[in-house]
């Protein structure tokens, strides 16, 4: 894709969310360097106790620590999107490279099926199969990658069909450069600006879904600290102990206001649509 220049405030609106990420993803790889105290520790006399200088985020309904279980907790997230999001793109690249650049019935039969697909609302279908399959993070990954890669799919789809018509691509079609040949070094290195801006304002929406899945007790095992539970956990004691979702959803609208703002500053830098 052709760089653009974009507006000042843009990049450093682009740089805040990168700074974000990066902050987030530093956070949870060192989690164990961070935290002091084990989050599944239990101290039922001082439970609710609001934040103080030992408890910076204060204690939940068992007397456990928030700050540690929302430090921890951003494993879960950023773990569980980055899978989601790597498994949904690479499946979305071959789905919509074959239905592109092959056409024809075989584009047909992919593009019905993701149709078929899109009928369902992905939040609704990934509630549904965690739900028979059993809380997991693996049936997580599983349940939400179902319908995530069909966004991928038809963004690549319609690329292909554009790429398809070049000219480097109609000369290597005539001297018999095999069609894998043909998508692996002429197609694919043009895909990757639209899947890395994709892919960066999808961590968002899966962010999203993994806390909201969470929330209802379909997410992660329970004694696997997530902000998703933590929310949950303080919603029917939230105007008494407002600290217990307070700080997991500052932490949801953080990372996921982070990856807003880093997607819609890279979209606007990769864009090749000249004002």
């Not at 993070?137 to 069909?161: D, H, P, Q, Y």
């Not at 968002?204 to 933590?230: D, Q, R, V």
């Not at 819609?264 to 004002?275: H, I, Q, S, T, V």
Request: with cysteine.
């Amino acid at each position: 894709m052709e760089k653009r220049s974009i507006p000042f405030h843009k990049k450093i609106l682009m740089l805040i969310g990168a700074g974000i990420i990066l902050s987030m993803m530093l956070i949870a790889v060192a989690a164990p360097l961070l935290v002091v105290q084990d989050p599944n520790a239990m101290n039922l006399p001082q439970r609710y106790e609001p934040p103080s200088w030992s408890h910076p985020f204060g204690l939940d309904e068992n007397g456990s620590d928030v700050f540690s279980k929302v430090i921890y907790g951003s494993r879960v997230s950023l773990s569980v999107a980055l899978s989601v999001v790597f498994i949904s793109s690479l499946l979305g690249l071959i789905m919509g490279s074959i239905a592109g650049y092959l056409g024809g019935w075989v584009d047909n039969l992919i593009m019905r099926f993701i149709d078929m697909l899109y009928a369902f609302p992905g939040f609704l279908l990934a509630l549904g199969l965690v739900a028979v399959l059993g809380p997991s993070v693996k049936n997580l990954i599983f349940a939400m990658c179902i319908t995530s890669w069909t966004g991928f799919a038809r963004l690549v789809r319609a690329e292909v069909l554009h790429l398809k018509e070049r000219e480097y691509v109609l000369s290597a079609k005539s001297i018999g450069t095999p069609n894998l040949r043909i998508l692996m070094l002429h197609l694919w290195p043009n895909l990757i600006g639209v899947l890395v801006v994709q892919a960066t304002l999808a961590m968002a929406g899966t962010i999203i879904s993994e806390s909201g899945l969470s929330f209802l007790g379909l997410g992660a095992p329970p004694t696997t600290p997530t902000w998703g539970a933590l929310l949950n956990s303080g919603r029917k004691i939230l105007f008494e102990a407002p600290h217990v979702s307070v700080f997991p959803g500052l932490a949801i609208l953080t990372l996921v206001l982070g990856f807003n703002l880093f997607g819609d500053g890279l979209r606007d830098f990769l864009d090749p649509k000249k004002d």
